[in-house]
């Protein structure tokens, strides 16, 4: 187990915080830390949540998070 | 032109080139309700007895047609009705479009009347939604409704439309009907590290899943299980992807599945997984699910890779252009000592024949089977019912098998076999339990109305026959709350309903019975009365493995 940091680059809609978290719920995940900003387009937010599991794990919640319609680009830092 | 957001909705359903569509109105889709009352002669609205029961009906159309099924409810109560529908629809991945009508804009969020947020309810069981605050985005946004929901992998998508934007005016112009997004092709190299694979295996199985069907690739299946000479077994959701009749065809594996089946692919050297997600049903322990083989996994989703199985090779794309380059790549096999060795594992674990001797559902199900046409749809509801059908009917063609897989919905069927009767206009067989049939029976309602031809066999066994099979087996026989009472007279119900009855205690009954079903106009209901000690055998237990199935 180890600490993982997902940076995520999304459409700024009104529903793309419930479904982030809740997909993050569903898949299991406890968030430990998320970080929530804004960019220099106003049609696109960034945000940084760690989380922690196996790696393995880490990389399964990434493809989870690509089907999100909302989601543009979504990387893996291990901490 | 300019149109009110209700007209828009009725455009757009007319550019995706729906003609039916299942629903229940409700004061904040009445709008939608008025256009639909103007454009009766291009879309059939279907009135159910309940919304789920319309969710249901809508993903049986799009299971046999191959087209999105569309849904629509008022606020409140009707979309939350329509919850049950949609999670079963996104479990099987089956593409659906879901309008809800919601309080204007003015009273949002103020728990008005009727009131829910639709958009948020859904999250869990929606590939995607969306609420409309703007007319003007409206048509796109329905657009992109059913681009999502038959793209990649197919689910169901809900459109929330507050009832003050069903009325906004704003231009509108008609586009071409939206079609789905280009599958990603698959890449060749893992394909060519495939085709390497298969051709030096000497025990192949293919791993038939839901995924061949949504991707209609039936003929490439069988085409490719010719060329490399593998036996092809399946999971529940890939049944009827291949002819029964099939001298490779092996049936369902798993939990419930047939032994022979289990045990061939857990002799293999090779499993090719296509459009299968590795569902514990289907696998039992993963650790000990296929221990001798390497496994190629083919689907079109991404997230499915590692997500329980990691697969040898992992290929991500679309299924048909996948399976129809590894058939004309691989080598012509004939893998004769396999072949032998699977005939011996038919013969020693396979299915007895049956003994119309006796009344059980083994009989009952492929007496039917001979019975009805060739490539009859059958839904089913959840329980030993669903299982008896998934390992004795024979289905001849795709798209004719329609069941809760992957959420395991009981009071799916008669939604479901009342959408595939709208699909198909023939006859449409349903197989339930009693316990199941009672959940959404009212749909019964549905389908005397409308005069459907849907042919309702109950195996009737005066329980809860699933759970208490599992109570037997795993709870030191405390059968509790399973007890159904034989009350319900179910011949009487149908008579009720505007529907035909009949009952059939014995083979010759049933024989009579079917044919007469068979000429009669409207629903069908047949009360076939079996043994309450009938079990679902042989049973992989939770977590098993075909180490330790129980056969009695």
């Known amino acids: ?79 | 032109m300019l149109l009110t957001g209700s007209q828009i909705i009725i455009e757009v359903l007319k550019e995706q080139k729906v003609d039916v569509i299942f629903g229940y109105p409700g004061g904040h889709v009445l709008s939608i309700y008025d256009e639909l009352f103007k454009n009766q002669d291009r879309i059939k609205h279907i009135l159910t007895a309940d919304e789920q029961g319309a969710s249901h009906a809508a993903d049986g159309y799009s299971r046999v047609s191959g087209e999105v099924g569309v849904v629509i409810a008022t606020s409140g109560p009707g979309a939350t009705n329509l919850v049950t529908g949609l999670a079963t629809a996104f479990s099987d991945s089956i593409p659906m479009v879901a309008i809800t009508g919601n309080v204007p804009l003015r009273l949002s969020g103020t728990d008005s009347f009727q009131e829910i947020d639709a958009m948020s309810l859904t999250v869990a069981v929606t590939k995607h939604s969306f609420f409309v605050r703007n007319v003007e985005k409206l048509a796109d946004t329905m657009r992109d409704a059913f681009r999502i929901a038959k793209s990649g992998r197919p689910g169901p998508v809900l459109i929330d439309i507050p009832h003050d934007v069903q009325k906004e005016l704003c231009t509108f112009e008609t586009k071409e009907k939206q079609q789905k997004d280009e599958n990603e092709q698959p890449p060749i190299e893992e394909m060519n590290k495939a085709v390497e694979m298969i051709n030096q295996a000497k025990r192949p199985v293919i791993y038939c899943g839901g995924g061949v069907i949504n991707s209609n690739s039936a003929e490439e299946i069988k085409k490719l299980a010719e060329k490399c000479d593998a036996y092809v077994v399946f999971s529940m959701m890939g049944l009827s992807a291949m002819s029964a009749e099939h001298p490779k065809y092996l049936g369902m594996a798993g939990m419930y599945g047939r032994q022979d089946a289990s045990r061939v692919m857990a002799q293999a050297d090779l499993v090719i997984a296509t459009g299968v997600r590795f569902a514990e049903r289907g696998t039992g322990d993963k650790e000990k699910f296929v221990e001798k083989a390497k496994i190629i996994h083919l689907d079109i989703d991404i997230s499915e890779h590692g997500k329980i199985i990691n697969a040898d090779t992992e290929i991500t794309g679309d299924l048909k252009t996948a399976l129809k380059y590894l058939e004309e790549n691989v080598e012509q096999k004939h893998n004769t000592q396999w072949s032998e060795e699977v005939e011996k594992i038919k013969q020693t674990y396979g299915e007895k024949p049956a003994d119309k001797k006796f009344f059980r559902p083994k009989e009952i199900i492929e007496t039917i089977n001979k019975i009805v046409p060739k490539g009859t749809a059958v839904a089913t509801d959840v329980g030993q019912h669903q299982m008896w059908t998934a390992k004795y009917y024979s289905f001849s063609k795709p798209r004719t098998w329609l069941t809760s897989g992957g959420f395991g919905t009981m009071g799916f069927g008669m939604g479901a076999a009342i959408g595939a009767a709208v699909a198909t206009k023939q006859k449409t067989l349903l197989f339930t339990g009693d316990g199941s049939f009672c959940m959404n029976m009212n749909e019964v309602i549905t389908a005397s109305r409308n005069n459907l031809p849907v042919i309702v066999v109950i195996l009737n066994n005066g329980n809860l026959g699933m759970i208490k099979q599992l109570q037997t087996f795993f709870y030191g026989g405390n059968c509790f709350s399973i007890d159904l009472g034989n009350k319900t007279d179910f011949v009487k119900l149908a008579d009720a309903f505007g529907a035909t009855g009949y009952r059939a205690k014995n083979m010759e009954d049933l024989e009579i019975v079917m044919k007469k079903a068979l000429q009669d106009i409207g629903p069908v209901i047949i009360d076939c009365i079996i043994s309450p000690e009938e079990n679902t055998l042989p049973m992989m237990p939770p977590n098993g493995s075909v180490n330790n199935i129980i056969t009695k």
Request: with cysteine.
């Open chain 1, 1 to 79: 187990m180890e600490t993982i940091k997902i940076v995520i680059m999304a459409n700024n809609t009104e529903d793309l915080l419930i479904r982030v978290t809740s997909l993050f719920h569903k898949r299991g995940f406890r968030i430990k830390t998320f970080v929530f900003d804004e960019t220099t387009s106003c049609d696109l937010v960034k945000m940084y949540i760690t989380v922690v599991c196996d790696y393995s794990k880490g990389e399964q919640m990434l493809r989870q998070l690509t089907k999100l319609y909302d989601i543009k680009e979504a990387d893996l830092i291990a901490c």
